[in-house]
């Protein structure tokens, strides 16, 4: 900062500082804008009057996206916790009402929330807190640690991941599978709906998995081994949706969870049964940084999903 010492810094506008931080998080000038609440010409003049002081581009642009400088990477950390340092000299935390906030929330998960949860999440809070915007982000999007530590995402609502503090979390629901096959399936007409499809017939079948990675097995698999079965997975994609809708097409078959399955079953035509074998069933976790564990805004928000995921799966 060898041009800033060289100026008086009384007369160096902070806010310059809050613009170049929503940048780092959101790498578009537009998204940059709506998190601190600027236009984004507004934003593209923040950012090349920090140009000037810094001598430095800064950041470049690459299709889409504007990629930070090195220059940049080594100034995201230490403006970051100092404007965090600001904020937490300002005194404690006003009370959040949602009613009269202006806040954009941002959620990340499978399909299944952004289906099942969101819309009804909206329903009820669009009309009472009318200046509340809803994100909601795909898996897919990256790892959740590095998410929830650089601020890109408020909450992740995931099956029991692998963190390091200081991520927290708490449980929102357990969901178990259930097998899903089109109905009218010619390979199961004497397995009644509701009931464990033969682990003969099951094996024998081809299979749908969802996947964001591409992998080909799972914690079904898991449990066929300890059976002492394999089953042949022909087709992974990475949303529920398109999982169903394969399964609806042809003969495959799919475990899915079963709140899901439950929801589609009628609208896609598909029958559900019972897994051949014993499958736990998983935690559905909602996680955060645990910086905000006290932020009223983000306790709200945590009290919301989990409130609605309660009354839904609970």
């Known amino acids: 900062m060898g041009r800033i010492a060289a100026m008086n810094f009384n007369a160096f506008d902070l806010n310059l500082l809050r613009v ?21 010409p507004a934003v593209s003049a923040a950012l090349n009057r920090l140009r000037a002081l810094l001598d430095d581009q800064l950041f470049v642009r690459r299709g889409n996206e504007m990629v930070p400088t090195p ?65 909601f982000l795909d898996s897919a999007r990256g790892d959740v640690t590095r998410l929830l530590q650089d601020d890109a995402i408020d909450l992740a609502l995931e099956r029991p991941l692998e963190t390091a503090e200081p991520i927290a979390s708490a449980q929102l629901f357990v969901s178990p599978f259930a097998l899903i096959a089109r109905r009218g399936h010619p390979a199961l007409s004497g397995v009644t709906p509701g009931d464990p499809v033969p682990l003969a017939i099951y094996c ?14 799972g914690m079904v698999d898991d449990a066929l081994a300890k059976a002492g079965a394999r089953r042949t997975v022909r087709i992974a994609l990475p949303h529920f949706e398109s999982v169903a809708e394969a399964v609806a097409m042809t003969d495959a078959l799919a475990a899915v969870p079963r709140q ?33 564990n006290d932020d009223p805004a983000h306790r709200w928000l945590r009290e ?11």
């Open 20 to 40: 170049f931080d929503a940048l780092m998080a959101e790498r578009s000038a537009t998204r940059a804008g709506e998190r601190v609440g600027l236009s984004q």
């Open 71 to 135: 220059r940049a990477d080594d100034l995201c950390g230490p403006v970051r916790e100092a404007l965090r340092a600001i904020e937490a000299a300002l005194g404690p935390p006003r009370g959040f009402d949602p009613a009269t906030a202006r806040r954009t929330f941002t959620l990340l998960g499978a399909d299944f929330f952004s289906m099942l949860l969101m819309p009804r999440l909206f329903a009820r809070w669009s009309d009472v807190a009318p200046g509340l915007t809803w994100r």
């Open 204 to 217: 024998d079948l081809p299979h749908a998995i969802r996947s964001i990675d591409g992998t080909l097995s």
């Open 260 to 292: 899901f399955a439950e929801a589609v079953a009628e609208r896609l035509g598909l029958t559900l049964y019972a897994m051949p074998v014993d499958v736990p069933a998983p935690d559905v976790r909602l996680y955060w940084h645990a910086r905000r």
């Open 304 to 314: 919301a999903v989990m409130g609605l995921a309660g009354e839904l799966w609970g």
